[in-house]
Structure formats: C-alpha cells, structure tokens
C-alpha cells in the first residue's frame, strides 16, 4: 500500500518535471492542432475553422521572426510583406513553374532570404529608428513593383497559382500540407525559444536596451543586426513557402503595407517578447474574424465590420495593457489567483470567526 | 620577410595558446558541477532507498507491537493531525452559536448547541482511538502469535536492512566510481592541455621579439601616450600621458568636464583618438596598439569598463545580465545556439556557476533572479562591477563607481574595490569625484584639468601639489 502511494508520488514527480520543461507547452499545444486537424478530417469540426486555423499559423511564424527584430532586436521594419511575397513566388515560379525539386526551391529560397536579410542588416547599421522602417518599407513596396512587373518569374498582376505539389516525388494533399505546417510551426517555435533563451538573444536584448554597454560586452553591432534581419527574413520566407502551399494562389496586391501593419499589430498587440503572447496576437489579428466573428449573424451580413472589432481589440489593448495580451494574461491569473485567497478568508472568517 | 613570418607564427601560437587555456579552464570548471551533479543523483538515490526499506517495515511493526521511534512520531503527528482538525471545527461550532445568538436569544438555542459540542466531543475520543489502535496491537493476539510476529518482524527488518545496505554501498561505489573515473579523466585532460600551453608557451617566450619590451616596460599594463581627442573646436583631452601598472589601482582626477570620461571612451575606443596612442601589455609576449581594434573587441583583449548612469538589461534577471557580459568566453556557435546541444548547456551550467560566485562576492545573491527595474542605485552599481567580472578582466574601468552611493556604500566599495583586485587579479582603472574614496584606494593618482596633466604620484603627493589644489580650490599660490 504505502509502497504504492511511494511509486505515485516519484511518477508525479517525474511527471511534474516534464510539465515543467519549456519546450512541454508547446509540443502539446502542437498535439492539440494535430487532433483538431484529425477532428476535422473525422467530420467532427467545420474544415474551413481549421483552414483559418492553419493560415493563422502560418502568420504567426511570419510574426515570432518579426519579433526577434523587434521585440529582442530593437529594430522597427514595415518590409515583412515583400520577403513574405518573395517566398510565395520563390515557390511558385521554381517548383511550380519550373519544376524544381521542393529540396533545391528550399535551398535558393533560403539564400535569397538570407541575402536580402544582409543586405536591410547592413542598412539598419547605418539608419536607425523610424528611418529604417520607412527605408524598409520602401524596399518592400520595390519588391511589390518587381512582383507587379517582372511577370515572368511572378505572373504579373493575374496572380500565381501553385497547384500538384509534390515532396520528393509524392503528391501532397491539402490535408498533408495542413500537418506540415503544424510540423513546421512548433519546429519554429521551438528554435525561436532556443535563439532567445540562449546567449544570442540575451545579446540582441542587450543591443535592444544600450548599443554602446553592447559593445563594451563585446557584442558586436554588424553580427547581431544582420543576424537579426537575417533570421526574420527566413521565417518570413519560410512563412511564404508555407502559404503557397496552402493558398496556391498569390498576388501582389497581398503583399502591401497593409500586410506589414497587420504583422507590426500582431507583434505589439501580443505582447513583443513572449511567443505565447505573439501566437494569441496573431490570432487576434488574423484568426479572430476568421473563426468566431464569422459566425455572428451580423458579421456575415456586414463582412468588413470585423475590422472594426480587430481595431477596438487593438486600441482598448495598446490602452490597458501596453505590454500585450501576455500582460492581459497574467493580470488575470493574477486576478484569479488574488481573488481565490480572499474569497477563502471572507470565507474561513465566516466559518471560524475572526481572530487566528 | 622572414620578420612577417615569424610574426604570423607567433600569433596562430597565440591563438592556439587562448584555445587551451579556455579549453582548460571549461574542463577546470565543468569538473566541479559534474561531481556535484554525480553526487546529487547518488543522494537522491539513496534518499529513495531508505524510504522504500522504511515502507516495507511499516507494516509489520504495527502488528508486531515494536514501537520504532519513527512509528512513535507517525502516530504523534496523526494525532496531533486529529486534534488540529477538531480544533477548528470546534471554533466553526462556536462561531455558528454566536450566529444563532444574534438571531434570537432563545435559552433552546444554548442547549442545542451544548448538545453539539458534547457530541463533537465524543465524536473526537473515538477519532482519537481509532487512530491511537491504528498504530498499537490489536489486544486478542495471543502470546504466542505475538511473539512468532515479533520474531517474523526482527527478521524481515534484518532482512531489509541488509538489502537497504547492500542497495547503499553499491550506490556509493558506484557514485565514487564514477567520481574517480571523471576526476582522473578530467586531471589527465587538464595535465595534457597543461603541458601543450607549457609547451607552447615556452616557444612563444623563447621566439618573443624585442619589440614588445622594447615599447613598454614589463610592469606597465596601460600606457597612454600623446593623447589627444578635439571635438570640433573644443580639445577636451590635450597631449596626455601616463602609464598604469600591473596590479594597482590607478585613479584619475579631475574636476568636471576635465575630460576623465572622454580619456575613459577613448581607451575603450568608443571615440577615435585624434592624436596619440594606447599601448595594452596584452600578455607575456604581446603589447597591443588599442588605437587598431574596434569597440566590441576591447573586451576580448581584457579591458571591462563600465558606464557611469547605470546600464543594463532591463528585461533579463540579474543573473542573466550577468550571462549577458559573459557574452565573449561562449564558444558555442550559432548552430549549437539554435538547437541547443549539450555542450551549449554544459557552457551555460559553468557560466551560471561562475556568476552566482560572482554575486556572491559581491553580496548579490538575494538578487539573483530578480529583474533590475526598481532595485537600489547602490545594488545596480554593483552589478554593473559584477558585470565586469565576468569575462576574465585584466583591467577593469570604472567609471565613477561612487556617485549616486552614500558614504556607508562608498566604505563598502572601496573595501570591494581592492577585493576584487586581490581576487581576480585585475589591475583597475577609476575615474571617481570622491576624494576620500580615490585617497583610500588608489596606489597612483592622476589629476587632470581641461585634458591637460596636473600631477602624478601617490595620493600623499597629490594632495600636496600645488597646481592640484588651485584646480580644485582655486587657491592663488
């Protein structure tokens, strides 16, 4: 009996420990999307939730790298959009268009991002600020002319399609292409928790907060912002990759400022440094009128007034919580947890009287 | 030619010679988490046995009537469990009385709850009883079967001893082995490396070109020579000269906007110098031109400085803006960052090890995870000298560590100040407006005004210079 109890306690231990591992949260909230994903295959939740779903993920990896360069790196970008689109036509015109093995498309998109990342990176060393978002705003809107006009590799203003998409020589359904983002997602989110939680974010947070104690530490400016822009041009394009094979439609007019606020938004909105607080910005911002609002009678009546709910959300949150949804997060479990002890002492004063 | 060759030599032996001495100072390091960690695991596996032996005899030496000391205080404490609860119930019964009271003075009200109280009463003897037999013999036993459950008793618990104690010992060989095997592995690696940085090192100083003596004299760690630095029309630091010695606590003296901190950003090569140079004796064999390196390089040289308006992380714990400033000694690449490898972690496990002596030298280990947003001035200047500990500093920079701390936090820094001197060994620099603070620690002093050298000397000396005093005074001589 008691060397019973004895085993449970060392398995709930052991079990605690688990839980208590950064990367636990993630992987089963990973495990819940592939059931839900699983659920909807079995009929049991509509497809088009867990389409939004999946195109909310695929924002929301776009949105963790944007805020490794802003909420760690301390550098503002309005230009997600354009690396965002490059990626889609990355896609597109080589294994689309071309017929490129999906491994070779992957390897050029990545140089790509990488070059074009060094290349905004050596920018951001010079201009810094509100100059650097305008300068990489108007880098993204070039990228659109070039999306816009260079029809060869983008199709021109009719839009790409992307459709039999194959990975090593397999077709893949939409239904493979929806767990592959999920695959690709937690990946990303564990490696973001990996970057921050190791001396390269503690570096571009110590660049974040004083350029020249920075340097004095050693850290040095040219690495860690050309690395910064580097890494959150990957996910955009990686982001891009994504949404092609889901959307197998892409057009330049998606890939506008617009795009860039909304990201911006998300970012800010959910709180710049903490990943869970990024994935609920994001979904605020893009999943909210895709999922819940959509089925409000009135929204579906009037289809743009979501975007009037998404601004109050955004105002009444920027108001209160300047830290993010995250802080809205915690001030409620605060709020429960306050409120709990006081309830049990109103109530144990009740019971027992005043005093002990 | 065969000058630049040699040169070229001598600096991949140098290269080579940092590699083993930071492969040999991870291993120095590592060694002592990984015995701890050995030992933690053996003590917790031995924790775990002796509960298991303690569970198996529970239940006999309850039937068996053998009253452990440990079953003795189990039944204490469930007893004493009983009677907290009943204590509360008891006021709960008297505070729903008082409830009743103030409704209605009715005599039948009393009673009633007399009653109840009576019966809680009696309700707690039979708890207590219960619980009290829980843990005694029961009474029809015979004798004889007492005394066959004794016997049964003293041989199981003989039994689970020796199986507890065998468990043990095995445990603790297998922890001392495992021990002994690391140490001995560990000391046959560190005597290795030791041997090749001997090795490489005797090369080095036996190659060593005259030139480096030649610039600066052995003992002389910092030299600063014809320093100049013009800002537009203003020159704020005008032909300066001194040198700092190994070991010592070099202070500069100024009054304000004398250009001590601009002196500070120069040698730290925040500001370009217009004029002159900065020789660092950057080891036996090297002295470095700091005018060729850029900012973020400085350190790695050994030269730490800190800020005089306190900056830090604001959003990392204290520990990790201590990890922050360890930025240098990481060797782990990117990659390694990104999926965290283990030698990653085992870097981190030395880095944090190191930190928490280092707060602990300096009194900061309440503060360990604590944000900084909102701690003392005092407490944030002394974890921006924390900070400078932390990448094995040869000459740390102070840039006004005093100001802003009152006089009993002074006392302590300057005890701290010459603490860290004799502990890691590093030679300080300090610019400081606190004159009782510079005259308590410094061995040499240099004062200056508008960028030009005053005086050099002891503190002794210096406050007998007269061209210090009317600086200061403004005193006609």
């Not at chain 1, 199709?155 to 397999?170: I, M």
């Not at chain 2, 004796?281 to 308006?309: C, M, S, W």
């Not at chain 2, 400081?432 to 040499?444: A, P, R, Y």
Request: hydrophobic share 50%; glycine share 8%.
């Amino acid at each position: 009996m008691t060397t019973l109890r004895l085993s449970f306690d060392r398995i709930r231990k052991q079990l605690a420990s688990i839980a208590r591992h950064p990367y636990f949260g993630f992987l089963a909230f990973g495990s819940i999307l592939v059931v839900l994903r699983l659920l909807a295959i079995g009929g049991v939740i509509p497809n088009s939730l867990m389409k939004s779903l999946v195109i909310t993920m695929i924002y929301a990896i776009i949105a963790l790298g944007f805020s490794l360069l802003l909420g760690y790196g301390g550098l503002a970008s309005l230009g997600t959009a354009g690396f965002v689109g490059l990626g889609t036509y990355f896609i597109g015109h080589f294994s689309g268009t071309l017929g490129y093995p999906f491994a070779a498309t992957l390897l050029i998109s990545l140089l790509g991002a990488i070059v074009l990342g060094a290349i905004v990176g050596f920018i951001s060393l010079r201009i810094e600020g509100m100059y650097l978002a305008i300068i990489t705003l108007g880098l993204s809107e070039i990228l659109r002319e070039v999306f816009k006009s260079f029809t060869a590799f983008t199709n021109g203003v009719n839009g790409l399609g992307f459709r039999d998409f194959a990975l090593f020589g397999l077709p893949v359904s939409d239904t493979a292409v929806d767990f592959i983002v999920i695959f690709v997602f937690i990946l990303i989110i564990l490696g973001t928790l990996n970057i921050i939680k190791s001396p390269t974010g503690r570096a571009l947070l110590a660049m974040k907060n004083s350029d020249s104690a920075a340097q004095s530490m050693g850290i040095g400016l040219m690495k860690y912002r050309l690395l910064a822009f580097i890494l959150a041009t990957i996910y955009a394009v990686i982001g891009g990759l994504l949404y092609m094979m889901d959307q197998q439609f892409s057009i330049p007019t998606t890939w506008s400022l617009d795009f860039s606020l909304n990201i911006l938004a998300a970012v800010v909105v959910g709180g710049a440094q903490s990943i869970t607080g990024i994935i609920l910005g994001t979904f605020m911002i893009f999943g909210l009128n895709m999922t819940v609002l959509k089925e409000i009678a009135f929204f579906r009546e009037y289809p743009d007034a979501t975007w009037i709910v998404s601004g109050l959300l955004i105002i009444l949150i920027t108001m209160f919580y300047p830290g993010g949804l995250i802080r809205l997060i915690q001030a409620i479990r605060f709020w429960l947890v306050k409120t709990g002890k006081k309830l049990k002492r109103k109530w144990r004063i009740h019971r027992y009287g005043e005093d002990d | 030619m065969a000058k630049m060759i040699d040169s070229l030599l001598q600096g991949f032996r140098l290269h080579r010679l940092n590699r083993l001495r930071d492969q040999r100072s991870f291993l120095e390091n590592y060694l002592p988490i990984l015995v701890k960690a050995i030992r933690d695991r053996e003590a917790r596996r031995t924790a775990l046995w002796n509960e298991r032996a303690e569970a198996a005899l529970r239940g006999p030496a309850i039937l068996a009537d053998i009253a452990t000391p440990a079953l003795a205080a189990e039944k204490q404490a469930a007893l004493a469990k009983i009677e907290e609860r009943y204590r509360w119930r008891f006021k709960a019964l008297a505070q729903s009385k008082k409830r009743a009271l103030e409704r209605s003075a009715d005599p039948a009200v009393e009673t009633t709850f007399a009653h109840r109280a009576e019966e809680l009463e009696s309700r707690k003897r039979q708890t207590l009883t219960k619980c009290a037999l829980r843990f005694e013999t029961p009474l029809e036993r015979s004798q004889s079967d007492l005394a066959a459950a004794k016997e049964a008793y003293r041989l199981k618990s003989e039994a689970v001893q020796a199986k507890a104690e065998k468990r043990l010992t095995l445990e603790k060989a297998k922890a001392d082995r495992s021990v002994a095997a690391k140490t001995a592995s560990y000391e046959s690696k560190i005597a290795l490396l030791g041997n090749k940085i001997e090795a490489v090192r005797g090369v080095l100083i036996a190659r060593r070109s005259a030139d480096a003596d030649s610039m600066m004299p052995e003992d002389v760690l910092l030299s600063v020579r014809n320093l100049s630095m013009r800002f537009g029309g203003l020159l704020a630091v005008d032909n300066l000269s001194f040198d700092v010695r190994k070991g010592e606590i070099f202070g500069l003296i100024g009054p304000n906007g004398a250009g001590k901190t601009t002196i500070f950003n120069c040698i730290t090569r925040f500001y370009r110098a217009t004029a002159g140079e900065m020789l660092y004796r950057k080891n036996a064999v090297e002295v470095i031109r700091l005018n060729d390196y850029p900012v973020h390089d400085i350190i790695r040289q050994g030269i730490v400085r800190t800020f005089q308006n306190v900056e830090l992380v604001w959003e990392l714990s204290i520990l990790d803006n201590l990890l922050v400033a360890a930025h240098t000694v990481y060797r782990t690449g990117f990659f390694g960052q990104l999926f965290h490898t283990p030698k990653l972690r085992r870097e981190e496990e030395v880095m944090r090890a190191k930190a928490f002596s280092v707060l602990n030298t300096l009194g900061l280990l309440p503060y360990a995870f604590a944000i900084p947003y909102g701690l003392p001035y005092g407490i944030l200047k002394k974890i921006e000298l924390a900070r400078t500990l932390m990448a094995h500093p040869r000459l740390i920079i102070l840039d006004e560590p005093a100001a802003g701390l009152n006089d009993k936090e002074t006392e302590e820094l300057a005890v701290l100040i010459k603490k860290i001197r004799d502990d890691y060994h590093a030679t300080i620099f300090l610019v400081e407006h606190d004159m009782g603070l510079v005259m308590d620690v410094c061995d040499t002093i240099c004062a200056i005004s508008f960028g030009k050298k005053l005086a050099l000397g002891t503190p002794a000396e210096i406050q007998a210079d007269k061209l210090v005093r009317s600086a200061y005074l403004g005193e006609e001589s």
